[in-house]
């Protein structure tokens, strides 16, 4: 079957940095995508990986290894405002997206 | 800006009554939709796959005579809940893939915060 991991929930200090990770197994592949989704409101777009290595954009960095079905976010200088989840998607052979479950990010002053 | 608008934002029904849910892809023609509910504090789930110009693909488990969906046109999806029940309250969201990119990401709509009464 098809299979994402990540963790239900990380607490991180404002200011800090804080790696969200994703394992997947899945389908084949055609790329990674990471989303942001505030409470009571929908997703939104932060990455899109589909070549190994890191792909920076601002605060927010995403890898991807394809080799260990493994992917993390990075999110540094963090702000109030990052309090959300996180969800970890994959697109598999058919273009399918599988979705994870989210991490529920909590940022404490 | 926003490629994918919803609407309504939020509707409130009485219990027996059909609500509909209107997706349009606004910068490109999307021949495939994807319809969403997620319950408060759980994931994503998706309903089903509307493709225009034939039936929409439902998920196991999601009845397809109560969640109808009709995707006339190549940037128009609606999805109507039939004799709507409070345990049909839920956040409904719309997505579509710009078929112009190989692989594009998702766009959302806002979603659609359904309350049965």
């Known amino acids: 079957g098809q299979n994402i991991d990540q963790p239900t929930e990380m607490t991180a200090t404002e200011g800090a940095i804080v790696q969200i990770n994703c394992t997947y197994q899945t389908s084949g592949f055609n790329g990674l995508f990471w989303y942001q989704q505030h409470a009571g409101e929908a997703p939104t777009f932060l990455s899109y990986n589909v070549l190994d290595g890191l792909e920076e954009k601002g605060r927010f960095s995403s890898f991807l290894s394809r080799s260990k079905g493994y992917s993390y976010l990075l999110l540094k200088e963090l702000q109030m405002k990052d309090s959300a989840s996180y969800l970890c998607a994959v697109l598999d052979s058919n273009y399918q997206l599988i979705w994870g479950a989210g991490t529920k990010l909590i940022i404490k002053p | 800006g926003a490629v994918v608008s919803q609407h309504p934002s939020r509707v409130i029904c009485k219990s027996g009554t059909s609500v509909k849910i209107e997706c349009r892809s606004l910068d490109f023609q999307a021949t495939t939709m994807f319809w969403y509910r997620q319950f408060p504090k759980q994931s994503l789930m998706l309903m089903a796959t509307?493709?225009?110009?034939?039936?929409?693909?439902?998920e196991q488990g999601v009845e397809k005579d109560k969640f109808l969906i009709n995707h006339a046109s190549l940037t128009l999806s609606t999805l109507t809940v039939t004799s709507a029940h409070p345990e049909d309250s839920s956040f409904y969201i719309c997505?579509?893939?710009?078929?112009?990119?190989?692989?594009?990401?998702?766009?959302f709509g806002n979603g659609t915060r359904l309350t049965v009464t």
């Open positions: 509307s493709n225009e110009g034939s039936k929409a693909t439902y």
């Open positions: 997505s579509a893939r710009d078929p112009g990119q190989a692989a594009s990401p998702l766009h």
